[in-house]
């Protein structure tokens, strides 16, 4: 998805539905459960769902009844989660259920097959009700017609009384073409992670990127008896697949202005913006910070940094938490969480200057759609009513703690989950880390202002490209201009491939401007 500056503020979601008189609950109870589990053929036509009570709690006995057929679910990439699916399902409902897994890579090859604007291709391609995906495939789904946008019934009903910061991150990752298209299981964000007693006290203090510089390139008293044979001082995940994330996540204060939607893409011309200032800053500091990395920086994920700060082998790390399989042994140490460093200056790509932010713009800018999982409503469904209240049912705060907690590729989705966050870290011992995980999280998404990872068609290309092009900076095989102006003319001939007109109509739909 382009770069894009998202308005936050956004309303909170009501919990409860209305009461009603006894008689009438049970009556539209009894016709609800003919309509889904009567034989009738539903209509996809989501104006024909946008009906009956709107949002709200779900009762699993009254919208859910025993039905012949099995709900058919496939998750993308996410074992734990699968298994949890599939175990919270059958012990709380009569209803079967088949839970299968699927690679991205084959997703993103059945989706390649897809004839855009031909119903006929898109049936057949992945038979199912539900599809759990990342957020950054919203958009290769959406234009290739694989999913459903969210009836008004099925989406957690708003209230002018207030917004929490969870609800705005969640509806803004299931928009596309400013419509809803999925129901939400929680997105981890990019975090720094560190032992406190091995940086002075200043780094707790530390809002921008060169001040976050500065501390890890000192040396600090009283850490001596750290190896440093056996410790590293920074680590980063640089590996393939993450190390254009990381670009992404480390240019968003510098590339954020708060006058322009997009700063990956010229709006209309669709050209790259990659290899603009913003862009080479974060790539010249992430290989300036490589060099207090491991030998094998090129080879850091996420959660390899997480483990590697967990078990004191790094002093400091870019990452969120995972668990992992000593994760709640004695061979940890503890470690503190703040939020990602920003910048005092943005980039403004029409004037091309460097500019001052004012009081009022934040420093720290978040970004949207790094990981996680959304759960859409396939196209190829029978039972389009049922499939939506399955994820009701998933995404439920009754369902949710124990559906998603756990599984690195998401975080805590709603501010009731704080007090078992240690989940997503180890053990019960936890509990004060997991409360600051989640104060992180809510922080992150309090301002008005954020951006995203690419979601455009596509996406998997681009940033292949632009993994390319950081990793080749971080070996010294090119400058960071020179990599990515070659990462900029890999985008452009994506682009050309695809189509200019199909990928600016994308482009347009993902910053809800078409």
């Known amino acids: 998805m382009p770069t894009l500056a998202v308005n936050l503020d956004m309303n909170f979601w009501l919990a409860a539905k209305c009461r009603r008189q006894s008689y009438r609950r049970w009556w539209c109870v009894a016709c609800f459960l003919l309509f889904l589990f009567g034989g009738c053929e539903p209509s996809t036509n989501n104006d024909d769902l946008d009906n009956g009570d709107r949002g709200g709690s779900i009762s699993q006995d009254a919208d859910l009844p025993s039905g012949n057929e099995a709900i058919r679910v496939w998750v993308v990439d996410d074992e734990l989660l699968a298994t949890n699916i599939q175990r919270e399902w059958q012990g709380r409902?009569?209803?079967?259920?088949?839970?299968?897994?699927?690679?991205?890579?084959?997703?993103?090859?059945?989706?390649?097959?897809?004839?855009?604007?031909?119903?006929?291709?898109v049936q057949g391609t992945i038979e199912g009700d539900v599809l759990i995906f990342p957020p950054r495939l919203m958009g290769a789904l959406a234009v290739a017609g694989w999913i459903r946008q969210a009836p008004q019934w099925a989406q957690p009903r708003k209230t002018d009384a207030g917004h929490t910061p969870f609800a705005q991150l969640t509806e803004r990752e299931v928009q596309w073409a400013d419509h809803s298209m999925a129901l939400h299981f929680g997105s981890?964000?990019?975090?720094?992670?560190?032992?406190?007693?091995?940086?002075?006290?200043?780094?707790?203090?530390?809002?921008?990127?060169?001040?976050?510089?500065s501390t890890i390139g000192?040396?600090?008293?009283?850490?001596?008896?750290?190896?440093?044979?056996?410790?590293?001082?920074?680590?980063?995940?640089?590996?393939?697949?993450?190390?254009?994330?990381?670009?992404?996540a480390r240019a968003a204060a510098y590339a954020l202005h708060r006058d322009h939607y997009s700063a990956m893409f010229k709006t209309q011309s669709m050209d790259p913006l990659g290899q603009t200032p913003p862009f080479v800053r974060a790539l010249e500091e992430i290989v300036a910070d490589a060099k207090f990395g491991p030998a094998n920086a090129t080879d850091i994920t996420p959660a390899a940094a997480w483990q590697m700060v967990r078990t004191g082998k790094a002093d400091s790390a870019i990452t969120w938490p995972h668990m992992f399989a000593?994760?709640?042994?004695?061979?940890?140490?503890?470690?503190?969480?703040?939020?990602?460093?920003?910048?005092?200056?943005?980039?403004?790509?029409?004037?091309?200057?460097?500019?001052?932010?004012?009081n009022d713009d934040s420093?720290?800018?978040?970004?949207?759609?790094?990981?996680?999982?959304?759960?859409?409503?396939?196209t190829s469904t029978k039972d389009v009513r049922g499939a939506w209240n399955c994820l009701r049912l998933l995404t439920d705060p009754q369902w949710i703690n124990d559906v998603s907690a756990g599984s690195s590729n998401l975080a805590p989705v709603n501010s009731g989950q704080v007090d078992i966050a240690y989940r997503w870290i180890g053990s019960e011992s936890e509990r004060s880390l997991g409360r600051k995980y989640v104060q992180l999280l809510q922080q992150n998404l309090a301002r008005g202002t954020a951006l995203s990872q690419l979601r455009l068609p596509g996406q998997d290309e681009y940033m292949m490209a632009l993994?390319?092009?950081?990793?080749?900076?971080?070996?010294?095989?090119?400058?960071?201009?020179?990599?990515?102006?070659?990462?900029?003319?890999?985008?452009r001939a994506i682009t050309n491939r695809r189509g200019i007109d199909v990928q600016h109509s994308a482009n347009l739909h993902d910053l809800n401007l078409q």
């Open 93 to 121: 409902t009569s209803v079967a259920i088949e839970v299968k897994q699927i690679a991205e890579t084959e997703l993103l090859e059945k989706l390649a097959s897809t004839v855009i604007g031909d119903p006929e291709s």
């Open 188 to 213: 981890p964000q990019f975090l720094f992670a560190y032992h406190p007693d091995r940086f002075d006290k200043s780094l707790a203090d530390a809002s921008t990127w060169g001040q976050v510089q």
């Open 218 to 248: 000192r040396s600090v008293e009283g850490v001596e008896s750290v190896d440093r044979e056996q410790s590293v001082r920074f680590v980063q995940p640089l590996a393939e697949g993450w190390a254009g994330r990381l670009l992404v």
């Open 326 to 358: 000593n994760a709640s042994n004695s061979g940890t140490v503890a470690v503190d969480l703040m939020r990602l460093p920003g910048s005092s200056q943005m980039y403004d790509p029409v004037d091309q200057q460097w500019e001052d932010r004012q």
């Open 363 to 378: 420093k720290q800018v978040p970004v949207l759609a790094t990981e996680g999982r959304v759960g859409s409503v396939l």
């Open 467 to 491: 993994d390319h092009a950081v990793r080749a900076a971080v070996r010294g095989d090119a400058s960071p201009q020179q990599a990515l102006d070659h990462a900029a003319q890999q985008w």
